[in-house]
T-cell receptor
């Protein structure tokens, strides 16, 4: 069974600093996809970044980047120059061919002014 | 562009009552799914569908029914609500690509259900 683990229930960071959220997963598949979703207080789920397992290059989207370590089954999210609007729940998610996307328990990030 | 639309956004039920959460998408996505979100547990997959007429169970299907008569709609039915079904429910959809489903999930705004 595919599982996703986020070991940090809560984190905080000062505005303009950098923070890294951790995620590990377990699968016997070789081809899969990893995602980070953000859920602000509005409750809307917003895609932050995605990574295809067959790509060795780490994905980057503006201030958001990932450190994908396939052998270690690790997929961490780095947020640079943190902004107050980054305050949210962050979910790591994993998906294989069947469309069955599995989520971690989430990390609540607070950006402090 | 409406995307994924869920109704109602809030609902209070008494134990034993039935109700249907509606979900519609206008992006012509083949894949649709329902998740429930509970504190400390992330999102858990209830049921999903890869096309009209096809549905399958996810991680936590008990107490819920679904059907997919059209590409656009994917309602979730609670036949006899229980307090354990108090949760926030999300409908989500995506494209599927034969052999390699890479699509991100597009989510509705969620429906908060309270069962007393």
């Amino acid at each position: 069974a595919q599982t996703v683990t986020q070991s940090q229930p809560e984190m905080s960071v000062q505005e303009a600093e950098t923070v890294t959220l951790s995620c590990t997963y377990d699968t016997s598949e070789n081809n899969y996809y990893l995602f980070w979703y953000k859920q602000p207080p509005s409750r809307q789920m917003i895609l932050v970044i995605r990574q295809e397992a067959y790509k060795q290059q780490n994905a980057t989207e503006n201030r958001f980047s990932v450190n994908f370590q396939k052998a270690a089954k690790s997929f961490s999210l780095k947020i640079s120059d943190s902004q107050l609007g980054d305050t949210a729940m962050y979910f790591c998610a994993f998906k294989i061919r069947t469309n069955d996307m599995r989520f971690g328990a989430g990390t609540r990030l607070t950006v402090k002014p | 562009n409406a995307g994924v639309t869920q109704t109602p956004k809030f609902q209070v039920l008494k134990t034993g009552q039935s109700m249907t959460l509606q979900c519609a998408q206008d992006m012509n996505h083949e894949y649709m799914s329902w998740y429930r979100q509970d504190p400390g547990m992330g999102l858990r997959l209830i049921h999903y569908s890869v096309g009209a007429g096809i549905t399958d169970q996810g991680e936590v299907p008990n107490g819920y029914n679904v059907s997919r008569s059209t590409t656009e709609d994917f309602p979730l039915r609670l036949l006899s609500a229980a307090p354990s079904q108090t949760s926030v429910y999300f409908c989500a959809s995506s494209y599927t690509t034969s052999g390699a489903n890479t699509g991100e999930l597009f989510f509705g705004e969620g429906s908060r259900l309270t069962v007393l």
